[in-house]
């Protein structure tokens, strides 16, 4: 992850243990991708065993791991740092 923002040189470290809270954003959002994938599996192969349904959902929760790490911690740093869209326009001018 960089230490700033591109665009607007917002610092990503904005404390120590900052993004800790984001563990329970991406506990969530895996929470949601197990319960999606299950449904899917449940619709497109009803006959499958627990088996091949653990597998697939482990298989895609540790596939998709990187990818709600990095949007837990965009979520998590959108709750408690204010966006100022002016800086980013004033920049691309």
């Known amino acids: 992850m960089p230490d700033r923002c ?3 040189n917002q610092s990503f470290k904005v404390e120590p243990s900052f993004y800790t809270g984001a563990m329970y954003v991406s ?7 197990f319960i999606a994938v ?8 009803p006959e499958a065993s627990a088996m091949v349904y653990v ?8 596939i998709l791991s990187p990818i709600t790490l990095r949007f ?4 998590w740093i ?3 740092v ?7 326009s004033a920049k691309s001018e």
């Open 6 to 8: 591109p665009n607007c």
């Open 27 to 33: 506990y969530g959002l895996q929470v949601g991708l």
């Open 38 to 45: 299950f449904v899917a599996l449940q619709v497109l192969y």
């Open 55 to 62: 597998g697939i959902v482990a298989s895609v929760a540790v």
């Open 72 to 75: 837990s911690r965009s979520i």
């Open 78 to 80: 959108h709750l408690f």
């Open 82 to 88: 204010k966006h100022d869209p002016g800086v980013l």
